[in-house]
């Protein structure tokens, strides 16, 4: 255990479900990280949350809404996704956003 | 642009030693990172690398030269369960982290 939790971990979805990812972790970190990771790719940020506020949204489609209620957990609230979002989702924190990221185990995401 | 570059995959024999290359091209340079990932798992911390030079963890060594933006990971006496594929990863001047595609490493009897 890295002290960053992820549920679920695997999720099957149809393009017109509405369904949520959920991270926590436990290490008293500051900022809190979503990537998306495809199979022969780097991994992509997505959101970047310090002390709750967003400070980073790299372009992401609508269809993915984050929200960070407290430093402690991290929510991707998903929507009318499409086949090619299909991939695993990692959430991770660090302290600040100059402290190396502990990373989750992610949500394997299939969209069927 | 900004571009991480390391091979695909590399294998390797039981007990050998292996070096992961890692050149990069980023917007500034703040620390360079390596991860190790098995499959279905959380990436997890190996090292980090700021200033030129080899920094050591036991069986695992980081090398990194800003000048020629360049680093390697070598693993030694290696054992099964460093089949894994690992991450480089710069951090930029605007403290982004961007990821290379990662290094299969297979280990074989």
């Known amino acids: 255990e890295t002290g960053v939790t992820q549920t679920p971990r695997h999720l099957v979805m149809g393009m017109t479900n509405k369904k949520s990812l959920k991270c926590e972790q436990h290490?008293?970190?500051?900022?809190m990280y979503w990537y998306k990771q495809s199979a022969k790719k780097p991994l992509e940020l997505m959101f970047v949350?310090?002390?709750?506020?967003?400070?980073e949204n790299n372009s992401v489609p609508s269809r993915f809404s984050p929200e960070c209620p407290n430093s402690s957990h991290l929510f991707l609230h998903l929507h009318t996704l499409q086949p090619e979002d299909s991939a695993l989702y990692l959430c991770?924190?660090?302290?600040?956003?100059?402290?190396?990221?502990?990373f989750g185990s992610g949500t394997r995401l299939t969209v069927v | 642009g900004q571009n991480i570059d390391q091979p695909t995959e590399m294998t390797a024999t039981e007990g050998a030693i292996v070096q992961i290359n890692c050149t990069y091209q980023t917007s500034g340079f703040n620390g360079l990172f390596w991860y190790q990932q098995h499959a279905g798992e959380a990436p997890t911390f190996l090292s980090y690398n700021v200033l030129d030079g080899l920094e050591e963890k036991g069986r695992f060594s980081s090398f990194l030269s800003r000048s020629k933006g360049y680093s390697y990971l070598l693993l030694k006496e290696l054992q099964m369960k460093d089949s894994a594929s690992y991450l480089c990863?710069?951090?930029?001047?605007?403290?982004?982290?961007?990821f290379g595609a990662g290094t299969q490493v297979v280990v074989t009897p």
């Open positions: 949350y310090s002390l709750e506020e967003r400070v």
């Open positions: 990863a710069v951090r930029d001047s605007w403290g982004k982290l961007q």
């Open positions: 991770a924190s660090s302290q600040d956003e100059t402290g190396h990221p502990t």
């Open positions: 290490l008293g970190h500051n900022a």
